[in-house]
């Protein structure tokens, strides 16, 4: 039993430290520094725990499978966390294929900021949409956009910071 318990505490602290590490680099995508930092500190702690326990047993192989299949679970983990907690911005640019100001007096009226700006397509003038927005809200905008204008060109850029504009009036209410 103490040979299972052994595994599993490798498995879950490696999992947990992978997980974490996800978190922590997404923070310090994000500028949050101190947030990463206390992160970081129980990651390297669950990381050294679980290390330890292997490296002095390199000839027990079932220790190190479950520290390698602790790490992919912990990848996996990371990046559905990642995704569920969908921290910061995007920026979309939309190019509109049909009739762009129904789409920007759409995406206005379900409270999206659209700036607009004329630009030269290969087969003329063409609008390009900029519309910034929380992560959370990007499968709704995308929706509407594929509801609205399936064959538009759009591009998602993550936004590491956003000051003033649409998106904070709308933020703070």
Request: aromatic content about 6%; glycine content about 6%.
């Given at each position: 039993m103490d040979v299972l318990a052994n595994l599993l505490f490798i498995f879950f602290g490696r999992a947990i430290d992978v997980s974490l590490a996800t978190f922590r680099v997404l923070m310090l995508m994000r500028g949050e520094r101190i947030r990463a930092a206390m992160t970081g500190f129980f990651e390297v702690s669950i990381y050294i725990m679980a290390l330890g326990?292997?490296?002095?047993?390199?000839?027990?192989?079932w220790k190190i499978i479950a520290y390698a299949l602790g790490f992919s679970c912990g990848t996996l983990v990371g990046g559905w966390l990642e995704e569920r907690l969908a921290v910061g911005y995007n920026l979309v640019q939309v190019i509109p294929k049909t009739n762009s100001g129904k789409l920007i007096c759409l995406l206005r009226?379900?409270?999206?900021?659209?700036?607009v700006v004329e630009g030269q397509g290969r087969s003329g003038p063409r609008h390009i949409l900029n519309i910034t927005t929380r992560r959370k809200e990007l499968p709704r905008l995308l929706e509407l956009l594929d509801k609205t204008d399936p064959k538009a060109f759009v591009t998602i850029f993550d936004a590491r910071r956003t000051k003033g504009g649409f998106v904070e009036l709308y933020k703070r209410k």
């Open positions: 326990r292997v490296v002095h047993h390199l000839n027990e192989p009226q379900n409270n999206f900021g659209v700036t």
